[in-house]
């Protein structure tokens, strides 16, 4: 018995006749079928269902208390955002400086604002007048120059905004880092090389590389900070998912309440996400050897393509 | 321009591990050293000290009689801050081996970026002379494109000219082909010959051997953290005296 068997002879037949059949995937098929019965269940329960009550979700959805507690809700998000990432690099550059002292600072900083959750944390500013009932600008340990009352100082929305801003910071400080590290050294030793002064080094040649890392986590983090700004609604402020509380209480229609919040936050989140789309396009410049179009551009080819056919 | 580099009984260590024992080396203004020893002997790190960019623990570097990193008070050697050395490597040109090209810049800009950051010249001055330094190096049609759109032998040729924006009276190259596909090689060392016809004060590490006995006016044989043997190309490659010399040639050569 022979190991090698003999091919089965190929009968020849001209390349032009023979016709390329794709696999079938039926799996695929019924999968995306049950998927489609799915989504036009629950299509047809939003459009059905008389406990979404749609009259007063459009009631509400541009009145003028929900509208001015969205301006609130955006006025923390951005504050909140801007605060936080000052911080954020301030903490990155002392945890990497050379000082054990600034490191560890800035390590602690992280680890105990990572460690309390942002409710409580909440808590604790809107109380600070029971620590201090007041604040004195002078010399540590010395006479003091300037007194100021905390509750003055620090009302409602103070607190609400130094605590997001310091949980931001902590968040900010971790993603801006992590930025910095991906960053190669040899870029630094070029720079250096050709004299570069240091604050240029870090403004035209780390950190534009660095962003690239750290837009994505960054964005996360913004879309994070939206949603958290409802838990501020523990101190009172008029922001969106407090407000949606107040006129649910008052006429006890909580869904479609909920709803225009949903929305709001839905729509927002949408904003911010096309905003990072093309931010990071603007930062991948020399990264990529061709950008990707943006939707608009590949629309317009889309319907080019489908005008000439 | 050129630049006469002193080194005196530079010793360096990383942890526990000398890596240079003492080097002694003058290179005369104008000339072309080539540097040659097997990997690990001390070439980079010698190359490196010179612009400071690694820390002698021992010894002085001179150009042009000007102590690098440091000042001397009394028999101190006190190290200069940060922007005295930034100011002092402005002088000197430094070429790497894996290019470190500013990817998200231009070709255009990674050579204009120096001049404008040490204040030497304004942004549309800065930029046109990059655009002639681009045509120097031959790549006058690529100044629009970003690094990774380049190839290795034209990113190096544009990190060439990004060291000669600050016209340089000394020019340090640390195996400046290595990281180079074998038929890209040529197009850097015409560069590099250019330059040392231009009389440019050139150090150059590498193993390319043809281009030592072509263009080096000086051969260096460095092993083991120690400078070996020196001379004439003819002398230190054609008839070498040491026997590490020897090994070595003979391995690189066949």
């Known amino acids: ?309 | 321009m050129t630049a006469m580099v002193e080194i005196r009984d530079v010793h360096k260590s990383f942890g526990a591990h000398e890596v240079l024992h003492g080097v002694d080396l003058t290179v005369p203004g104008g000339s072309v050293t080539v540097v040659l020893g097997p990997s690990g002997s001390g070439k980079s790190t010698l190359l490196r000290a010179i612009n400071h960019l690694e820390k002698v623990d021992r010894g002085t570097i001179t150009v042009d009689g000007e102590l690098i990193g440091y000042r001397r008070v009394g028999d101190r050697l006190n190290e200069l801050g940060e922007r005295h050395i930034l100011r002092q490597r402005a002088r000197i040109g430094f070429v790497f081996q894996s290019f470190n090209l500013f990817p998200h810049l231009t070709a255009l800009d990674n050579v204009a970026e120096a001049p404008v950051a040490t204040g030497r010249r304004g942004r549309a001055d800065a930029r046109a002379y990059a655009r002639t330094l681009l045509g120097r190096v031959g790549l006058a049609d690529r100044a629009d494109a970003y690094p990774r759109q380049l190839s290795g032998g034209q990113q190096q040729r544009v990190a060439i000219a990004r060291a000669l924006a600050l016209d340089p009276a000394l020019i340090l190259f640390d195996e400046p082909t290595s990281a180079l596909d074998p038929e890209l090689v040529g197009e850097v060392l015409d560069v590099l010959r250019a330059l040392a016809a231009a009389g440019t004060t050139m150090i150059v590490v590498t193993h390319e051997i043809g281009f030592a006995r072509e263009v080096a006016d000086t051969v260096v044989f460095l092993d083991a953290g120690r400078i070996v043997e020196q001379g004439p190309p003819e002398q230190v490659l054609d008839h070498p005296r040491h026997e590490r010399t020897k090994a070595f040639l003979s391995k690189v050569l066949t």
């Open chain 1, 1 to 309: 018995m022979s190991l090698v068997s003999t091919p089965t002879p190929i009968t020849p037949t001209p390349p032009a006749t023979l016709t390329v059949v794709p696999a079938r995937h039926p799996g695929r098929w019924i999968a995306s079928a049950v998927v489609l019965v799915l989504a036009a269940q629950f299509a047809h329960g939003l459009a059905t269902n008389p406990g979404w009550d749609w009259p007063t979700f459009t009631g509400y959805f541009f009145e003028r208390s929900v509208l001015r507690a969205l301006a609130v809700t955006l006025e923390l998000t951005l504050a909140g955002a801007v605060l936080g990432f000052l911080g954020g690099v301030l903490l990155a550059a002392m945890r990497m400086s050379r000082s054990p002292i600034l490191q560890a600072l800035s390590w602690t900083y992280v680890w105990v604002f990572r460690s309390v959750p942002l409710i409580v944390q909440l808590l604790f500013w809107a109380n600070l007048g029971y620590l201090y009932d007041t604040l004195q600008i002078g010399v540590p340990f010395g006479p003091g120059f300037h007194e100021l009352s905390t509750a003055r100082l620090v009302g409602p929305f103070g607190a609400a905004l130094l605590g997001l801003a310091l949980h931001e910071a902590a968040y900010a400080g971790e993603i801006v880092r992590a930025g910095l590290l991906s960053v190669d050294q040899g870029q630094l030793e070029a720079a250096a090389a050709l004299g570069i002064p240091r604050p240029r080094q870090f403004r035209r040649i780390v950190l534009p590389q660095a962003m690239r890392a750290i837009l994505p986590s960054a964005a996360n983090e913004l879309i994070n900070l939206l949603k958290s700004t409802s838990v501020v609604y523990v101190l009172a402020i008029g922001e969106l998912f407090y407000q949606v509380q107040v006129v649910y209480g008052r006429n006890g229609r909580v869904v479609p309440l909920l709803m225009v919040a949903t929305v709001w936050y839905v729509l927002l989140t949408a904003l911010l996400s096309i905003l990072q789309f093309y931010v990071e396009r603007r930062f991948a410049r020399g990264a990529l050897r061709t950008l990707p179009p943006t939707p608009v551009q590949r629309l317009r080819t889309a319907l080019s393509r489908g005008a000439a056919r």
